[in-house]
T-cell receptor
Framework: SQELEQSPQSLIVQEGKNLTINCTSS?????LYWYKQKYGEGLIFLMM?????EEKSHEKITAKLDEKKQQSSLHITASQPSHAGIYLC?????????????FGQGTRLTINP | GAVVSQHPSRVICKSGTSVKIECRSL??????MFWYRQFPKKSLMLMAT?????????EQGVEKDKFLINHASLTLSTLTVTSAHPEDSSFYIC??????????????FGPGTRLTVL
């Protein structure tokens, strides 16, 4: 079965510092998604990566997918309190012919002022 | 961007009663919707895939008779937790897949429903 491992599980950084969250798959990824969740709320779509070596940026958040399509990283530059939350990577898997989105365990990000 | 709503956002019910949660795609048609469950400080667990006009597909370990799913239209799916028990207390999140734009296949999530069973 497809497994997604995120690291670290939790992260505390000083406001203004850079940080990186990693997502590793046991199998080749057909599509890798990054979502952000605030506790007790729904998920906010950040980015989707499909091609090996692909990189996308939105404001101060950059996500990359490696050439082998088994690892993705999410990098935040000059972190702000608004970046705090839970970051989840997700991947499309095919189970019994159906496409399903499964998630890593999440990374809880805290930004200290 | 695509918007998915859920109702109610929060519900408290007595043990033994049934609770219905609605998931709506507001500005797009979703032939497929998904229901997830999230335990405190845990990731999302896929419960079932809801297809418009057909029966839902449940993940292993999820009771079909316990969690009834109906996808009556392209914009609405409902999850009914029947004869709820305290162990059913959880955060339930739905998502809808927007297939209008080829190649994106992005799932958009609702804000979630927190169910507490007393």
């Amino acid at each position: 079965s497809q497994e997604l491992e995120q690291s670290p599980q939790s992260l505390i950084v000083q406001e203004g510092k850079n940080l990186t969250i990693n997502c590793t798959s046991s199998k080749t990824l057909y599509g890798l998604y990054w979502y952000k969740q605030k506790y007790g709320e729904g998920l906010i779509f950040l980015m989707m990566l499909q091609k090996g070596g692909e990189e996308k940026s939105h404001e101060k958040i950059t996500a990359k997918l490696d050439e082998k399509k088994q690892q993705s990283s999410l990098h935040i530059t000059a972190s702000q309190p608004s970046h705090a939350g839970i970051y989840l990577c997700g991947a499309i898997v095919i189970i019994q012919g159906a496409q399903k989105l499964v998630f890593g365990q999440g990374t809880r990000l805290t930004i200290n002022p | 961007g695509a918007v998915v709503s859920q109702h109610p956002s929060r519900v408290i019910c007595k043990s033994g009663t049934s609770v219905k949660i609605e998931c709506r795609s507001l500005d797009f048609q979703a032939t497929t919707m998904f229901w997830y469950r999230q335990f405190p400080k845990k990731s999302l667990m896929l419960m079932a895939t809801s297809n418009e006009g057909s029966k839902a597909t449940y993940e292993q370990g999820v009771e079909k008779d316990k969690f009834l799913i109906n996808h009556a239209s392209l914009t609405l799916s409902t999850l009914t937790v029947t004869s709820a028990h305290p162990e059913d207390s959880s955060f339930y999140i739905c998502s809808a897949r927007d297939r209008v734009v080829l190649g994106t296949d992005t799932q958009y999530f609702g804000p979630g429903t927190r169910l507490t069973v007393l």
